[in-house]
């Protein structure tokens, strides 16, 4: 089931990126990859968990979270959090999470892997990318209200959903 309706309540604004400047830890929406284009509801958006280099070629490990619950999502990023305090002028999410390989491997290892509802087998949700074949790719930049409220203590993300909706309607 994809959740992707709920996450545009609060995974906008985007900015274009060069496909070079993907950065581990970060969410992206990738609309055309090789000749096959994805817009709206069926757009892929992934968590970036490294980069290797395979057979001379950039590969990107991600994460797909269309089909994981805002809310388990915004507790792994909670869980991932650095103790860095969030300011109106944070440079993107993955400044406010801890650091970790290049590859992922450290990421992946101890915070994906057992976490079943973030990734397992039913989920279908692990990714790979080659960068020569990104098209085109938006970052995801929280706005700062947004950031506040996903990551205090207190958050029900189900409300925060809620309220965004009531107020853009």
Known sequence: MSFINQYLKFLRP??????????????????????????????????VIGKVIDKGRVKVHCLKINDIRPSV???FLKDLRNTKLITENYF????????FDR???????????????VYNRALGNY?????D???YIS???????????????DSDINKIIEEDS???D
């Open 73 to 75: 999502l915004v507790n």
């Open 103 to 117: 590859e992922g491997s450290r990421l992946f290892n101890g915070f994906i892997k057992n976490n079943k509802q």
């Open 127 to 131: 990714r790979t990318y080659f960068v």
């Open 166 to 168: 009531s107020e853009n």
């Open 133 to 135: 074949k990104l098209q």
């Open 139 to 153: 970052e995801v930049k929280f706005e700062y209200e947004e950031l506040v409220k996903l990551f205090s203590e």
């Open 92 to 99: 993107d999410l993955s400044s406010l999470l801890k650091s």
């Open 14 to 47: 985007e900015k274009r990126v060069p496909k070079n400047q993907l950065k581990q830890c970060n969410i992206y929406r990738i609309v055309r990859y090789g000749g096959d284009t994805k817009r709206g509801i069926n757009a892929r958006y992934v968590f």
